[in-house]
């Protein structure tokens, strides 16, 4: 039953992920549903195969490194991608004053 439940999450989280990146517009505001894509869902599937494998199994211990994989280096790639798309926009990654008054 728990398993069931973790999967159908990280299931419909991934589903969600998928229809905000068809539904946005901008790539800044896609790589946000990109970045939940690669956390939430893979975390609840890491958690539904420990639960029903074992965490200090092969598999558990697999679906943990995984997740834990996919969340850093997705972070690190919508990093590098928002910077990309800054610089082509405005030609610099240097934060604008109305920028710099709103933090």
Excluded: K
Aim: aromatic share 2%.
């Amino acid at each position: 039953m728990t398993v069931d439940v973790l999967v159908a999450l990280g299931v419909a989280i991934e589903l969600a992920s998928c229809v905000g990146l068809l539904a946005m517009r901008t790539a800044i505001d896609r790589i946000h549903y990109a970045g939940a894509g690669t956390v939430a869902g893979p975390a609840l599937i890491a958690a539904a195969v420990c639960v029903e494998e074992g965490l200090f199994t092969t598999n558990g211990l697999n679906a943990v490194l995984v997740a834990f994989l996919l969340a850093i280096l997705g972070a690190a790639l919508a990093t590098a991608t928002a910077r990309v798309i800054r610089l082509r926009e405005r030609g610099t990654l240097e934060s604008t004053p109305a920028e710099r008054e709103r933090a």
